[in-house]
């Protein structure tokens, strides 16, 4: 596959031509109109609070690096119905969407974005920093591809106290050539860890199209190497990511055989807010654009289960206003107080510095 | 004399550099299609062609390692590394290969290549992404570790660590790349170990290097108004060091203070301190002290960060100790 073949086979030009339609409702069978509109809020939730992000940061309100999520919803979405209580998910510093997904209230999300102290980490980590232990998500590692083995180490920790929860660990394209994603494998693989690995692929390691950072360019050609099963498809729904997660979950945790499951998705927006990317062209988006899963999502609730449009935009108008009153939290919320800095860093307590330069006064 | 931002100086030095000598190619992530994460390789790609302006996917320790490799062979690389903190994925590399194998070579080969890109914090990024890490290098036999904050100085060094027969770390500052200053039209050199007098002054000898610099500088302007007149000294280069004209500065105003970016344990800052008293300790009227990052990990959140960072203001509370002026 190259790049310019990447985009998976959609309509030609106009939205619904007969073709689409055919494949949407082959997609679509045997889904119930429930199941569909669930998927659909959920990925809408993740999509508005991202929408919400951006603005907020063209004010000035959020600050150092923001990913956006905006067109991979579908896999935060699918990761979370496929998961066991206790399961986990270890990812990137493209993580909101994993947060919103899994149940971090968005209050406290905007909040982290914002630097303040109800934020999900007490606004120490900011966007490339979530973590919510609680609700399953390990992490918000912004260092590319350095909890590839770090998410074996929690599967190791499964392995080694039978606790039978499996690690969904998460990385971009452009991660898969660092090493340490060799060395987390080449573990996973030897010690048969209950460890799925996804890629998603979404066709950019920041300016870089993937033939410039993929010797091959079928990521899962490496899973041979590591012992592990794979799959790799384009995310065009949630049910079809779903079932084939579902898939390599069940084979972590029945059988303890890591599975390398390469998804094919795209960021609509650029790496991050400071990037105008320049680097693709428009038609290239737009014809992802055809098979941005929340639109192809949309258009099956049209027009194979009918639900009328009064209904959609309610429900719409209702995330908005969810997401909407998570920031306005997010900006009257207070900043962390000063002694927020000291905690946290040692396990015995708050921590002034070893060093008498810069102990604060009367701080022994 | 036309007026530079410190990336264009950068970009110019390397440009130049690329043009005197064919042995000399960049190689980094970004630097070639997307001109640079910071736009410090602008224009080279068009310029040299993708032989010489080459992106890499992210594997720190395969281009760090690319880079020590093909110096061994005669070429002259400039690794980029996209910040600092990323060097730390290629620390092994740099600590057992680019600063040893001169020596465990027995001389047989050397490793000729520049190491650069941002160092420090910038704002708001993070624990992971605000880190000064000359303090590690600068603990290495083997390695020279160079830091600029004005255009004029970013030139002619990078000039002279891409002639170097050593490894250079080089670091820039993502806060200062839009720093603007004048820079000759004509070709010139900055030697290493050569410290540089940004401000002069008589009462206190203020120290400093890279981010840290304007720092410094607008703290000085603070004693100023005091009526205390601070020399602040840019290292430029921290290995080598110039002790001679900390010393100097030391024996004129007895006093003097460090201010720059990093962790108060173990770093260059320490080790100027040990420098001073060993070679001024009759000279000294007050204690020396440090202006740094406290003792903590980088919050994200800006009103943590700001507490946490050096600012004139701890520069100046400083000053006013070591001239007993609280
Ligand atoms: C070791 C390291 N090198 C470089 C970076 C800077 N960086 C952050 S994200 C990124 C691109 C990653 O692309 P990909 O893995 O495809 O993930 P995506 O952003 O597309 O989700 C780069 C170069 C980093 N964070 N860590
Ligand atoms: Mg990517």
Same mark, same amino acid.
């Given at each position: 596959?190259?790049?310019?073949?990447?985009?998976?086979?959609?309509?030609?030009?106009?939205?619904?031509?007969?073709?689409?339609?055919?494949?949407?409702?082959?997609?679509?069978?045997?889904?119930?109109?429930?199941?569909?509109?669930?998927?659909?809020?959920?990925?809408?939730?993740?999509?508005?609070?991202?929408?919400?992000?951006?603005?907020?940061?063209?004010?000035?309100?959020?600050?150092?690096?923001?990913?956006?999520?905006?067109?991979?919803?579908?896999?935060?979405?699918?990761?979370?119905?496929?998961?066991?209580?206790?399961?986990?998910?270890?990812?990137?510093?493209?993580?909101? @969407?994993?947060?919103?997904?899994?149940?971090?209230?968005?209050?406290?999300?905007?909040?982290?974005?914002?630097?303040?102290?109800?934020?999900?980490?007490?606004?120490?980590?900011?966007?490339?920093?979530?973590?919510?232990?609680?609700?399953?998500?390990?992490?918000?590692?912004?260092?590319? @591809?350095?909890?590839?083995?770090?998410?074996?180490?929690?599967?190791?920790?499964?392995?080694?106290?039978?606790?039978?929860?499996?690690?969904?660990?998460?990385?971009?394209?452009?991660?898969?050539?660092?090493?340490?994603?060799?060395?987390?494998?080449?573990?996973?693989?030897?010690?048969?860890?209950?460890?799925?690995?996804?890629?998603?692929?979404?066709?950019?390691?920041?300016?870089?199209?993937?033939?410039?950072?993929?010797?091959?360019?079928?990521?899962?050609?490496?899973?041979?190497?590591?012992?592990?099963?794979?799959?790799?498809?384009?995310?065009?729904?949630?049910?079809?990511?779903?079932?084939?997660?579902?898939?390599?979950?069940?084979?972590?945790?029945?059988?303890?055989?890591?599975?390398?499951?390469?998804?094919?998705?795209?960021?609509?927006?650029?790496?991050?807010?400071?990037?105008?990317?320049?680097?693709?062209?428009?038609?290239?988006?737009?014809?992802?654009?055809?098979?941005?899963?929340?639109?192809?999502?949309?258009?099956?609730?049209?027009?194979i289960y009918q639900v009328p449009e009064a209904e959609l935009d309610a429900m719409d108008e209702t995330i908005v206003a969810e997401m909407d009153g998570a920031y306005e939290f997010a900006d009257k919320a207070p900043v962390p107080a000063p002694e927020a800095r000291f905690e946290n860093v040692m396990a015995e307590g708050p921590y002034y510095g070893d060093?008498?330069?810069?102990?604060?006064?009367?701080?022994? | 004399?036309?007026?530079?931002?410190?990336?264009?100086?950068?970009?110019? +030095?390397?440009?130049?550099?690329?043009?005197?000598?064919?042995?000399?190619?960049?190689?980094?992530?970004?630097?070639?299609?997307?001109?640079?994460?910071?736009?410090?390789?602008?224009?080279?790609?068009?310029?040299?062609? +993708?032989?010489?302006?080459?992106?890499?996917?992210?594997?720190?320790?395969?281009?760090?390692?690319?880079? #020590?490799?093909?110096?061994?062979?005669? !070429?002259?690389?400039?690794?980029?590394?996209?910040?600092?903190?990323?060097?730390?994925?290629?620390?092994?590399?740099?600590?057992?290969?680019?600063?040893?194998?001169?020596?465990?070579?027995?001389?047989?080969?050397?490793?000729?290549?520049?190491?650069?890109?941002?160092?420090?914090?910038?704002?708001?990024?993070?624990?992971?992404?605000?880190?000064?890490?000359?303090?590690?290098?600068?603990?290495?036999?083997?390695?020279?570790?160079?830091?600029?904050?004005?255009?004029?100085?970013?030139?002619?060094?990078?000039?002279?660590?891409?002639?170097?027969?050593?490894?250079?770390?080089?670091?820039?500052?993502?806060?200062?790349?839009?720093?603007?200053?004048?820079?000759?039209? *004509?070709?010139?050199? #900055?030697?290493?170990?050569?410290?540089?007098?940004?401000?002069?002054?008589?009462?206190?000898?203020?120290?400093?290097?890279?981010?840290?610099?304007?720092?410094?500088?607008?703290?000085?302007?603070?004693?100023?108004? *005091?009526?205390?007149?601070? *020399?602040?000294?840019?290292?430029?280069?921290?290995?080598?060091?110039?002790e001679a004209a900390i010393i100097a500065s030391v024996k004129k105003t007895n006093r003097a203070v460090i201010v720059y970016h990093g962790w108060p344990n173990g770093g260059v800052g320490g080790d100027i301190i040990a420098r001073i008293q060993e070679l001024a300790f009759d000279d000294l009227d007050a204690p020396v002290l440090r202006v740094c990052y406290e003792d903590l990990p980088m919050p994200y959140a800006e009103n943590l960060e700001n507490l946490i960072l050096?600012?004139?203001?701890?520069? !100046?509370?400083?000053?006013?100790?070591?001239?007993?002026?609280?």
């Amino acid at each position: 596959m190259t790049q310019s073949e990447a985009a998976p086979d959609a309509a030609s030009d106009s939205t619904v031509d007969a073709a689409y339609e055919a494949k949407l409702r082959a997609d679509y069978d045997g889904q119930s109109r429930e199941d569909v509109l669930r998927d659909y809020r959920e990925m809408l939730r993740i999509r508005r609070f991202e929408e919400a992000a951006a603005r907020a940061y063209t004010r000035g309100k959020i600050s150092g690096f923001l990913h956006l999520y905006i067109g991979q919803e579908a896999i935060a979405i699918a990761t979370q119905q496929v998961m066991e209580p206790g399961d986990r998910v270890v990812s990137t510093y493209r993580t909101h @969407g994993f947060a919103i997904a899994l149940g971090s209230d968005p209050k406290a999300c905007a909040a982290e974005l914002f630097g303040k102290a109800a934020g999900l980490v007490g606004g120490v980590g900011g966007s490339m920093h979530f973590f919510d232990k609680e609700r399953g998500l390990w992490g918000g590692y912004a260092i590319v @591809g350095n909890h590839i083995p770090v998410a074996a180490g929690h599967a190791f920790a499964s392995q080694y106290t039978g606790d039978g929860r499996v690690t969904l660990c998460f990385m971009g394209d452009g991660a898969v050539g660092i090493g340490p994603v060799h060395e987390g494998m080449t573990m996973a693989g030897i010690m048969k860890l209950p460890i799925v690995f996804v890629v998603e692929n979404n066709q950019y390691s920041m300016g870089t199209p993937l033939k410039r950072t993929l010797p091959v360019e079928d990521i899962t050609a490496r899973a041979a190497g590591y012992g592990f099963a794979s799959d790799r498809f384009h995310v065009t729904s949630v049910q079809e990511t779903r079932r084939r997660l579902g898939e390599a979950v069940e084979r972590a945790r029945k059988d303890g055989k890591p599975t390398l499951v390469e998804l094919i998705t795209y960021r609509f927006r650029g790496h991050s807010m400071s990037d105008p990317a320049k680097y693709r062209q428009k038609e290239e988006v737009e014809r992802w654009r055809l098979n941005d899963p929340l639109e192809r999502t949309l258009m099956a609730l049209k027009t194979i289960y009918q639900v009328p449009e009064a209904e959609l935009d309610a429900m719409d108008e209702t995330i908005v206003a969810e997401m909407d009153g998570a920031y306005e939290f997010a900006d009257k919320a207070p900043v962390p107080a000063p002694e927020a800095r000291f905690e946290n860093v040692m396990a015995e307590g708050p921590y002034y510095g070893d060093s008498a330069t810069t102990r604060p006064a009367g701080v022994e | 004399m036309p007026i530079l931002q410190i990336r264009q100086a950068i970009r110019d +030095a390397m440009k130049e550099e690329m043009e005197r000598d064919e042995r000399v190619f960049l190689m980094g992530e970004e630097v070639g299609y997307y001109n640079g994460a910071y736009k410090c390789s602008e224009g080279l790609l068009d310029h040299f062609g +993708a032989k010489r302006v080459i992106d890499t996917p992210i594997t720190e320790t395969g281009f760090a390692g690319i880079g #020590i490799g093909a110096a061994m062979c005669g !070429l002259r690389p400039i690794v980029e590394f996209m910040t600092f903190n990323f060097s730390a994925v290629a620390f092994d590399q740099i600590l057992n290969n680019a600063a040893k194998l001169r020596h465990m070579t027995h001389g047989q080969f050397g490793v000729p290549m520049v190491f650069r890109g941002p160092n420090a914090a910038a704002h708001m990024l993070g624990s992971t992404h605000s880190q000064a890490f000359e303090h590690f290098y600068a603990h290495i036999p083997g390695l020279k570790v160079v830091a600029v904050a004005t255009p004029y100085d970013a030139k002619g060094l990078l000039k002279t660590a891409i002639r170097d027969e050593n490894p250079v770390l080089f670091l820039e500052s993502e806060l200062m790349y839009s720093v603007k200053g004048e820079v000759p039209e *004509e070709e010139y050199l #900055i030697p290493f170990g050569q410290a540089d007098i940004k401000r002069p002054g008589d009462h206190v000898t203020v120290i400093t290097w890279g981010q840290g610099v304007p720092v410094a500088l607008k703290a000085a302007e603070l004693a100023a108004a *005091e009526d205390v007149s601070c *020399e602040v000294i840019d290292l430029r280069s921290l290995r080598p060091m110039d002790e001679a004209a900390i010393i100097a500065s030391v024996k004129k105003t007895n006093r003097a203070v460090i201010v720059y970016h990093g962790w108060p344990n173990g770093g260059v800052g320490g080790d100027i301190i040990a420098r001073i008293q060993e070679l001024a300790f009759d000279d000294l009227d007050a204690p020396v002290l440090r202006v740094c990052y406290e003792d903590l990990p980088m919050p994200y959140a800006e009103n943590l960060e700001n507490l946490i960072l050096p600012s004139p203001e701890r520069a !100046l509370a400083a000053i006013r100790r070591v001239t007993y002026k609280r």
